[in-house]
């Protein structure tokens, strides 16, 4: 079994992803804690950095059989996440200590390692146009905040937002205006200015990741 060595760079945009052939990946606490930190700042309580794994093929994101962290004679594994979720704790301590941190994925797909910029919660049945309209502008601090000094420069300004669902789920957003936006792959793309001003959408499940939608890194 191999094991793949990953470093987390800076981040400007909502994703990266290291591409590698193994099952098992390795790395330092310090380097996710470096990315997480982020995430104990005031002005983005509604968003999160999160960390997965997603099919190099299908951009589905890769089940994590197993997690934990390591170093000498210590061992603790990381709870599971019925999203895939690779849930890692922020602390001091643990960074002063910097153990190794190893995930297991199925042994058949080739999964990259993937940062994102996310909401802390799932959406379903209705949403409003306020609701969404106050994570834009936290999604936005966030992103600048990972990608360091300048990023406000050159970071894509959020215009809406990116809901992903699971693959059993198929529809589309319907909003209250009339119009609506099919799922493709399991995914739609909205813009603040596709609900209206007062208005709200439908959905038709609950999603299991709300991203960024940034039109002008596309």
Not at 174 to 203: C, P, W
């Amino acid at each position: 079994m191999k094991v793949v060595k990953l470093a987390l760079l800076g981040l400007a945009a909502s994703t990266f992803a290291v591409p590698t052939l193994a099952q098992e990946y390795m790395f330092t606490y310090s380097k996710l804690y470096s990315q997480m930190k982020n995430n104990a700042k005031e002005g983005h309580e509604d968003v999160k950095v999160a960390f997965f794994f997603v099919d190099a093929d299908s951009k589905n994101l890769c089940p994590i059989e197993k997690a934990w962290m390591e170093k000498e004679e210590h061992y603790e594994e990381l709870p599971p996440s019925p999203i895939n979720e690779l849930v890692v704790p922020l602390d001091n301590n643990l960074k002063s200590a910097n153990p190794l941190v190893f995930v297991h994925t199925p042994e058949d797909q080739r999964c990259d390692f993937s940062m994102v910029v996310m909401t802390t919660e799932p959406m379903s049945g209705e949403v409003s146009y306020g609701e969404v309209e106050t994570l834009l502008p936290q999604m936005q601090v966030m992103l600048e905040d990972l990608g360091g000094m300048f990023a406000s420069w050159f970071t894509p300004d959020v215009e809406g937002i990116t809901l992903e669902f699971a693959p059993n789920i198929e529809g589309k957003v319907s909003f209250s205006n009339g119009g609506s936006v099919a799922l493709q792959n399991g995914k739609a793309q909205v813009r603040l200015s596709d609900i209206g001003e007062g208005g709200y959408m439908t959905l038709p499940g609950e999603t299991i990741r709300i991203l960024p939608y940034l039109p002008d890194a596309e």
